[in-house]
């Protein structure tokens, strides 16, 4: 009987102890198996990136935040961050001068497809053709540069788009409609510049509608713009400035100059708009709203980070249309040097900027746009960037957020040839027009030769 008890209490415990044995074996392989990849993740050979961009003290310090963020990530890749606001261009080239470019860098649209013909850059497509979750599917229409077929240059490390911002205070005093926010309302540009002709106030308070206005001591101009921007409302008027099958610039297209005209128009014509003369007394953008020297802001959407944090009671609007309503991409390229010793690990980080979760504090400033489409579709990814204040305005996910997704057009800078040779050209000549002293068509004219020999043709 003892016996008997004995050995079934025996059985019982040996039970017990390979139950046990199995439970403990069990959690093991998995505590083992995460071990083992934090050790196999810490134990790599260490990598060092250079990785360089230039921005506001504001985008410096969200750069910080995203580089100490990707690092957390993977242990052994260390960031070296160089911040450049000053001649970037400059540094960059004495850079790949000395055999030492960055690994990973932003660059200017412009230079960007020069300097990938010249080989100093990585060719991305096979990273964008093999990764599964940063790949031209997953990302928004116009994101990725092209040089060459299948040469891929960069892709957008953000989007950014125009649109017609506002002081909205001052339209209520003027008993001003405010600007539409969906494209199917776009105002025509009689419209916009009716609405600029009431909010343009004299020293007297009389409007650009008066017989009485003083064009000589405007106080509260309805509108204003940079004149880089110069080309702005050409898609608008279904045209470009390079011509459809690519072999010249498309200057002498009738619908190309009134684009131009019209904004020119805004200063000399109407008196709606300072000249660049005029312009060096204003205060930034932001300012200028805020201080009621303006009414309204042609600009990119990059300015409602600044709108957002004078307190402005800012909104936003569709750009007005000509033939139809349009606005214009001009994001910068994230780039990958040629030299790069880690291409792999260089596109862990590459792709670590390109998505948006990543730098989210610079999408919901209202800095950047994101590049992943998701971020235009999903409503709970929509609400981490685009419903945030105060850098997001009522009336921004129609007026820029599905503007640009939808009746978006790249910027020509994006692919034209000798672009900066013909830049060089074209911009004294257009000063001539911001001056007042030629039309916009007599400009053109005069540099038409020059730009024609100059033109090397576009990229993909």
């Excluded at 690994?103 to 649209?109: A, G, L, N, R, T």
């Excluded at 204003?282 to 020297?293: N, T």
Aim: hydrophobic letters at 40%; charged letters at 25%.
């Amino acid at each position: 009987m003892n016996r008997t008890r004995s050995g079934l209490s025996f059985m019982l415990l040996l039970c017990a102890i390979l139950m046990l044995a199995g439970c403990s074996e069990s959690g093991s392989d998995s505590t083992d198996a995460d071990l083992h990849d934090k050790s196999a993740e810490w134990n790599k050979d260490k990598v060092v990136l250079t990785y360089a961009s230039w921005g506001s003290p504001n985008e410096k310090q969200a750069k910080e935040r995203m580089i100490e963020k990707f690092m957390e990530r993977y242990p052994w890749i260390t960031i070296q961050y160089m911040y450049e606001p000053g001649d970037y261009t400059t540094k960059l080239t004495t850079m790949y001068a000395s055999n030492n470019a960055p690994d990973v860098f932003m660059m200017y649209k412009h230079t960007a497809l020069q300097w990938a013909e010249q080989g100093k850059f990585y060719n991305l497509k096979s990273f964008l053709d093999e990764d599964a979750e940063i790949n031209e599917e997953t990302l928004i229409p116009n994101a990725v540069m092209y040089w060459d077929e299948g040469k891929v240059a960069g892709v957008k490390v953000a989007e950014e788009a125009f649109a017609l911002y506002y002081n909205a205070d001052l339209f209520l005093e003027a008993g001003v409609e405010l600007p539409p926010a969906k494209s199917e309302n776009a105002w025509s540009w009689e419209q916009f510049l009716e609405a600029a002709k009431k909010l343009t106030l004299d020293r007297n308070g009389q409007n650009a509608l008066s017989s009485e206005f003083d064009a000589a001591h405007i106080v509260q101009f309805g509108v204003r713009f940079n004149t880089w921007m110069w080309h702005l409302m050409v898609p608008s008027n279904n045209t470009s400035v390079i011509t459809p099958d690519g072999s010249r610039m498309n200057l002498d297209d009738p619908a190309v100059i009134d684009a131009v005209q019209k904004l020119a128009d805004l200063i000399y014509v109407h008196h709606v708009s300072p000249s660049p003369v005029q312009e060096k007394n204003l205060p930034q953008p932001a300012l200028a709203l805020q201080s009621r020297k303006i009414a309204m802001d042609l600009d990119g959407q990059w300015v409602q980070l600044d709108l957002g944090a004078a307190g402005v009671n800012f909104g936003v609007g569709v750009l007005p249309k000509l033939k139809s309503s349009k606005t214009v991409q001009f994001g910068e390229p994230l780039v990958m040097s040629a030299t790069t010793k880690h291409p792999k690990e260089a596109w862990l980080f590459y792709k670590w900027q390109l998505d948006s979760e990543n730098s989210i504090d610079l999408h919901a400033s209202g800095l950047w746009m994101p590049l992943l489409k998701d971020y235009y579709e999903k409503p709970e990814l929509i609400a981490r960037w685009a419903d945030v204040k105060p850098g997001h305005p009522s009336g921004y996910q129609d007026a820029v957020m599905r503007q640009t997704i939808e009746n978006g057009v790249n910027s020509y800078d994006f692919y034209l040839k000798n672009n900066e040779y013909i830049t060089a050209i074209l911009n004294p000549a257009l000063d001539q027009v911001w001056l007042g002293k030629k039309s916009v068509k007599e400009a053109f004219e005069s540099v038409d030769e020059k730009i024609d020999a100059t033109f090397k043709g576009t990229y993909p």
